[in-house]
């Protein structure tokens, strides 16, 4: 059993590191907050005071936080670097979803320093984050990917190799930008149908077994009261917060400008889910857009 830093605790975090704790790791846990951190000491991981505590003498580190300015400036750039501390037979594996051009400067300054370091952002949201069966997608070296398979494999169902540094990344904002174009249009259809008389929860099963099929429908219903567990029968709390679907579609925008590719269907959905956070929905699951249908 491996000696495991956590770094990040929050909707995803908290359950991902509680799998690791389950499986038997020694589970160091860290979080700004509290309230978390005090969540994972009840799920059997042990409380650092620091993110510098947590990483001292650990097989492996991971981390799972908002954006890439939170993972730059814990590994390299903030006051007490974690890579001044990790020993260089440990591996980090930084599962928040940032910018490839970040992960891959990470990667280097860890290199420079002896330490391996891998992007293997996560798909599979907060119910595969519980059950274990979370989707990852690596970047880094054939070598660090081996080492990082059996941790990741606690946490995760499919673990898929993308390529090298920052590959991880790129695949992911190419899946969540198709994301919030099927919730964008899972939305727009319950809406129209709702309109017109339809039962939400009879019209979803009817596209669920006909060619509308999507995630958004199978796990993840918009529609409050339809799927008991999906946030929207919990007023929209927890899941996967519209703030960071927001920063994703940025990623999305960005890699799409930088290699020239067009993206007529993600610069729509970007515009859709800006409109809905500059509404005071930030802080809601990203398939509260339907109540930008509804109110329109
Ligand atoms: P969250 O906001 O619930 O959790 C982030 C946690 O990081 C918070 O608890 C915060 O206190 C902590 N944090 C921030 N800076 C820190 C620091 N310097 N040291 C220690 N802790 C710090 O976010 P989340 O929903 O868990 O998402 C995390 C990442 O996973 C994001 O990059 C997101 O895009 C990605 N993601 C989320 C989902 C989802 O469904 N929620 C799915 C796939 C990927």
Redesign the pocket.
């Known amino acids: 059993m491996a000696t495991i830093a956590f770094?990040?605790?929050?909707?995803?975090?908290g359950p991902m590191a509680a799998n690791l704790a389950k499986a038997g790791h020694e589970v160091r846990a860290?979080?700004?907050?509290q309230a978390?951190l005090d969540t994972a000491v009840e799920q059997g991981c042990k409380a650092a005071q620091s993110?510098q505590e947590a990483v001292k003498g650990a097989d492996f580190v991971v981390s799972?936080?908002?954006?890439g300015k939170?993972v730059e400036s814990?590994y390299v750039s903030g006051d007490s670097p974690l890579f001044d501390i990790i020993g260089q037979d440990a591996l980090v594996i930084d599962s928040?979803?940032?910018d490839a051009d970040t992960a891959r400067r990470v990667a280097e300054e860890g290199a420079k320093r002896g330490i391996a370091f891998v992007d293997a952002?996560?798909?599979g949201?907060?119910g595969g984050a519980q059950a274990g069966t979370l989707t990852f997608i690596v970047g880094g070296s054939e070598e660090q990917f081996a080492k990082a398979q059996p941790v990741l494999d606690v946490m995760g169902k499919n673990i898929f190799h993308a390529g090298e540094h920052g590959a991880g990344q790129i695949a992911k904002v190419c899946n969540n930008m198709l994301l919030s174009i099927l919730m964008a249009g899972t939305c727009e259809a319950l809406n129209m149908g709702v309109k017109n008389g339809l039962d939400p929860a009879v019209l979803s099963e009817i596209m669920k077994q006909s060619s509308g099929g999507n995630w958004a429908l199978n796990v993840y219903n918009p529609y409050p009261g339809v799927m008991e567990n999906a946030p929207a029968s919990k007023g929209y709390q927890g899941?996967?917060?519209v703030d960071?679907m927001f920063?994703?579609l940025g990623l999305a925008m960005d890699v799409s400008q930088q290699s020239a590719s067009s993206v007529p269907m993600g610069s729509a959905a970007r515009a859709l889910f800006s409109l809905h956070k500059a509404k005071g929905n930030g802080n809601l699951d990203f398939s509260s857009l339907l109540k930008l249908y509804q109110d329109s």
């Open positions: 770094i990040g605790l929050g909707n995803m975090g860290f979080d700004l907050s978390v993110a799972m936080l908002p954006a939170h814990l928040s979803t940032i952002p996560v798909s949201g907060v899941g996967f917060q960071l920063k994703d």
